[in-house]
Every structure is written in C-alpha cells, then in structure tokens.
C-alpha cells in the first residue's frame, strides 16, 4: 500500500487505539459516539496516509496486523502526550503553574515580598516570579514593552494599555535622630519642621519626588547637599545627625531593629501615605489570574501586615 504523506489525526490516532482495544469496529464506533461507517472510513484514511494495513479483517474477526502491533506502543505515546499537552494548557490558562517577570521598585521590593511570597508558594506551590527591581517609570515602559508579566508600583501615569488592581496603602513615617529635640512624641505638628533638613534619596529614585511634594505641601526645602542611594543609606544618616527624613513604613517595619537609635513619628493631623497596586497588560492572556493575584496579595498583606500597611477595600473602589 503507497501511502500519501498526509499527517495522521489525533482522532485518527484515537480511532486507531480504540479499534486496536476492542477489535470490533461496532463497539468502538459505540465508545466513540460515531457512525461504524464513519469509523471504518478514518481507518481507511489513515492506513492510505501511513501506507500500511493496520487491521487484518476476516469473517471470523478483527485482528491487528503485524504493523499495526509495532505502531501500538507509539499511538500510545501519541495520545498521552497530546493530554499531558491539553492539561499543561489547561494549566497554564488557569495562571497558576507559570513563572511570571515582577517588576517592584528597590524602596518596597525587599521590604515587602519576603512577607508575601512565602504564603503565595504555599498556597499556589506552581506559580513562580522571577522578580526584577526599577524605578516606577521604568516599570510601567518596561510593562508595555513586554519586558515585564506584572508590575507592582505606584504608577506614575495612567495608560489605556494598562489594568490595575489598588493593593494597599503604606504610611510614610517621620524619622529623626533619638537624641532630636523633638525626639519622643508621637504626632510632631508640622509647623515644627520647617527649619529642619529634610534628606532623601537620588533623584533617580521615585521616592525622593514623593518626598519633594511633601516638602512643598509643608514648606521644607530638601537638603540637595546630602542625599541617599538607598533606604539604608538614608536611616544611618538620620542617625548621625545629618538631618531628618520621610522612611516607608514597610521599611521601618522590616529593617528598623535598632529603635535606640531613631525616633519614628508621624506628623500630626497629615497622614502621609503612597499607594501600591499590581498591574498588568489589558491583553494580557492571564489577566483574570492577575485580578484573583491581587485579591490574594491583599488578603495575604491584611493578614501579616496590617499593622504597617492599610489593605484597599474594593468595596468602595
């Protein structure tokens, strides 16, 4: 028999199986809910399309041919890897079994993930991130580019292009050193700090724009003269009398284990907080995974934070 290069099916593989099972051509057509006729010609096609007879049919049965037995094994394997394949799809549709690019700016991703990801792990053991830092602008141009799954930031600008999930509200906190004049109270009035120097970070981090707008809604001016490459390098000048600084909350919360040396305040009838939210492509394939994400993110974050951070109600969003 001259076969005619036409690639099998994986129902005509199916069919193949099926009939080799039973080797009974009406059975089979029964278990496959078609016509015998129907069965009988895709068996035809596909012994045409391989050049091979698959089936030895007599008055007395069916009964499979020896090429047919050689090619059982492989069928077999045939089949299971097109189910492995449906159900790793399967999978992979649902969200939960992929490694996803995170993109978190440097003042929050340390501060924050070792408190998620160990819960996420546990409770979704396939869902992996491969977690990379930048500023808030580079992560949304990044996002767009496709050079990030998700985001988690403040955003600085809207875009069509881009869904967002709010997540929680971190307070900023007012730090100064211990031995400060107005080192021990609480609440500081505002009107308080306007002689003091205000330090911050590098311009290139997102934070220290924050911080500037506070300064101009108090009327302090930014000590341009000193300012931090990082959250760590911003405390231990507060702590050497340099100035006073604005810290994340999340930040004291993880990293401040030496109160000795700081006093953390807030100042008094001015909450001060930045918003986080998880964000993503509008034609992102798992977009309604990332929504599902971020209801987690913000359980997770309510149950092992809410002392430091204040959880989005979606209720009122």
Not at 71 to 99: C, K, P, Q, V, W
Not at 185 to 196: L, N
Not at 282 to 311: C, G, H, W
């Amino acid at each position: 028999m001259q076969h005619t290069g036409k690639m099998p099916s994986l129902n005509q593989i199916r069919y193949f199986m099926t009939v080799a099972k039973h080797l009974n051509f009406r059975r089979a057509a029964q278990l496959l809910g078609i016509s015998q006729p129907t069965l009988t010609a895709q068996i035809n096609a596909l012994e045409t399309s391989l050049g091979l007879t698959l089936f030895e049919r007599s008055r007395s049965g069916t009964f499979l041919s020896p090429q047919g037995q050689a090619l059982l094994h492989s069928a077999e394997d045939m089949l299971g890897a097109s189910l492995r394949f449906i159900e790793e799809a399967r999978s992979l549709s649902e969200g939960e079994n992929t490694t996803y690019r995170l993109g978190i700016p440097p003042t929050l991703g340390p501060y924050l993930l070792p408190h998620i990801l160990p819960e996420i792990h546990r409770l979704k053991p396939g869902l992996k991130f491969y977690v990379r830092e930048a500023a808030p602008a580079n992560l949304q141009q990044g996002l767009l580019a496709g050079e990030y799954d998700l985001i988690l930031s403040p955003l600085s600008s809207k875009s069509s292009q881009i869904q967002v999930q709010p997540l929680f509200l971190e307070p900023l906190k007012f730090v100064m050193p211990s031995d400060h004049p107005l080192a021990g109270d609480s609440y500081i009035d505002p009107e308080k700090i306007r002689g003091e120097k205000v330090l911050t970070l590098e311009d290139r981090h997102h934070f220290h724009y924050q911080v500037q707008e506070i300064c101009t809604q108090l009327g302090v001016k930014i000590d341009r003269d000193y300012e931090g490459t990082s959250l760590d390098t911003l405390r231990q000048m507060v702590v050497m009398g340099m100035g006073v600084a604005f810290l994340p909350g999340l930040y004291v919360h993880s990293e401040l284990h030496d109160p000795e040396a700081l006093h953390v305040c807030e100042l008094a009838d001015m909450p001060i907080v930045r918003q986080h939210l998880l964000a993503w492509r509008n034609t992102a394939p798992a977009r309604t995974f990332f929504r599902e994400l971020a209801s987690l993110i913000r359980q997770i974050t309510q149950d092992k934070l809410s002392s430091s951070v204040m959880v989005t109600d979606m209720s009122s969003v």
